[in-house]
């Protein structure tokens, strides 16, 4: 658990990287298609890190928790719309 909480922080410090690209070429009045091309990684970024972030949601409070938990196939089913969304 804390290796992967270490990961998603790891993730966190790259976006914040990107975003300070963002920032720096956008002071630079560098060519819009690069900007564009650099808030493209950042949107990834982001994406990937929602989906990863929804899908321990998932597994480690929506499956068997209860009267509200789904069921394990379910879970699946719905983490891959979420990779196929998200990703």
Known sequence: MER???KLLN???RIRGQID???RALAAADEC???LMQLAAVRGGINSL???VMEDHIRLHLVG???EAIAPDIAEDL???VRAYLK
């Open 21 to 23: 690209a963002v920032e």
């Open 79 to 81: 983490i891959d719309l």
């Open 50 to 52: 929602m989906a990863e």
């Open 4 to 6: 992967e909480r270490l």
């Open 65 to 67: 928790k209860g009267k």
């Open 11 to 13: 993730r966190v410090k």
């Open 33 to 35: 298609p690069d900007v």
